[in-house]
């Protein structure tokens, strides 16, 4: 069993930097792949990025390639989700989740969720 904790979510303006945490319960969070997605008013929740076990593969959406990065620190079992250029579209509930996968990056599948934090760009 996992237990994912979000935080760092808020109001930003267009053009901003955030970074979300993501804190896992446990000691075993470093046998699982970790992911990032999000869900906008009215829409689906939606693959962001995913991070395999150990940080040495990454992945991720069209939409946020460039922009964002994720990173895990295994040692503090949390995972990072830096958000740079914000933009409006941005706007949405950030979830992270853990899939027993460790070594892959996958966008779906994920066994663990998160209660998500809210981040709104302003235009």
């Known amino acids: 069993q996992v237990q994912l904790v979000e935080s760092g979510g808020g109001l930003v303006q267009a053009g901003d930097s955030l970074r979300l945490s993501c804190l896992a319960s446990?000691?075993?969070?470093?046998?699982?792949?970790m992911g990032w997605f999000r869900q906008a008013p009215g829409k689906e929740r939606s693959f962001v990025g995913a991070?395999?076990?150990?940080?040495?593969?990454?992945d991720y959406a069209d939409s946020v390639k460039g922009r964002f990065t994720i990173s895990r620190d295994n040692a503090k079992n949390t995972v990072y989700l830096q958000m740079n250029s914000l933009k409006p579209e941005d706007t949405a509930v950030y979830y992270c989740?853990?899939?027993?996968?460790?070594?892959?990056?996958?966008?779906?599948?994920?066994?663990?969720w998160g209660q998500g934090t809210q981040v709104t760009v302003s235009s």
């Open positions: 446990g000691r075993t969070f470093s046998r699982y792949a």
């Open positions: 991070i395999n076990w150990s940080g040495s593969s990454t």
């Open positions: 989740a853990a899939h027993r996968l460790s070594s892959l990056t996958p966008r779906g599948g994920y066994d663990y």
